[in-house]
């Protein structure tokens, strides 16, 4: 059932790509908040842009000069402010901080499954339709580029794959997509993974 368009940006269900229709169907609802015991709460945006190629997953890269996983592929996002009204808020306000996208340009379709993060975030992705004629400026303290990737290629499971690593002696296993030209991995491609498997 679709929990509805949430957000800024209004649009009739006649205007939205049928496809995304369906992957609204297949959303989680959206909940206000996080509960405490389980983590640190955060919220990032999975932001899908229609350009003349197809629809398209809009990242980023983290700055290099940044304390913790800089230089990784990731969503725009962050952990929960007290002055945040809601998940959708945060994963907005992080999105204008991190990428200069207007919350007004986003048509939120509905939730991913939660994901905890290695640090103890807990972190709830959040869905939403892009603008096609959004542009998008990196804050160059936070993020190095924004990446915008052909959403074929990631839904693509013959690209996703499990791989362990070891991380202060405990050895862990995390999803891996396949890409030419980045190297998708961790939380972000779990998000991605699950992303797939609702897109059909």
């Given at each position: 059932?679709?929990?509805?368009?949430?957000?800024?940006?209004?649009?009739?269900?006649?205007?939205?790509?049928?496809?995304?229709?369906?992957?609204?169907?297949?959303?989680?609802?959206?909940?206000?908040?996080?509960?405490?015991?389980?983590?640190?709460?955060?919220?990032?945006?999975?932001?899908?842009?229609?350009?003349?190629?197809?629809?398209?997953?809009?990242?980023?890269?983290?700055?290099?000069?940044?304390?913790?996983?800089?230089?990784?592929?990731?969503?725009?996002?962050?952990?929960?402010?007290?002055?945040?009204?809601?998940?959708?808020?945060?994963?907005?306000?992080?999105?204008?901080?991190?990428?200069?996208?207007?919350?007004?340009?986003?048509?939120?379709?509905?939730?991913?499954?939660?994901?905890a993060s290695p640090v103890g975030f807990v972190v709830?992705?959040?869905?939403?339709?892009?603008?096609?004629?959004?542009?998008?400026?990196?804050?160059?303290?936070?993020?190095?580029?924004?990446?915008?990737?052909?959403?074929?290629?990631?839904?693509?499971?013959?690209?996703?794959?499990?791989?362990?690593?070891?991380?202060?002696?405990?050895?862990?296993?995390?999803?891996?997509?396949?890409?030419?030209?980045?190297?998708l991995w961790g939380l972000s491609a779990s998000i991605?993974?699950?992303?797939?498997?609702?897109?059909?």
């Amino acid at each position: 059932m679709m929990h509805g368009f949430a957000g800024n940006h209004t649009a009739a269900a006649g205007q939205i790509d049928p496809a995304m229709l369906a992957l609204a169907e297949r959303l989680n609802p959206i909940p206000q908040s996080l509960r405490a015991d389980q983590g640190r709460p955060a919220a990032v945006l999975v932001g899908l842009q229609q350009q003349a190629a197809g629809w398209h997953v809009v990242m980023t890269r983290r700055a290099g000069h940044l304390a913790h996983h800089a230089g990784q592929i990731s969503f725009p996002g962050g952990k929960v402010d007290p002055a945040d009204a809601s998940l959708v808020a945060t994963a907005l306000r992080e999105a204008q901080e991190e990428i200069a996208l207007t919350p007004g340009s986003v048509t939120i379709l509905g939730a991913l499954d939660i994901v905890a993060s290695p640090v103890g975030f807990v972190v709830q992705p959040v869905v939403g339709l892009i603008a096609p004629e959004s542009d998008f400026v990196a804050a160059p303290d936070e993020v190095d580029e924004v990446l915008v990737l052909p959403l074929a290629d990631i839904v693509d499971t013959a690209r996703h794959r499990r791989e362990s690593y070891l991380r202060e002696g405990v050895r862990r296993e995390v999803w891996v997509i396949d890409h030419a030209d980045h190297y998708l991995w961790g939380l972000s491609a779990s998000i991605l993974v699950d992303l797939s498997g609702r897109h059909r």
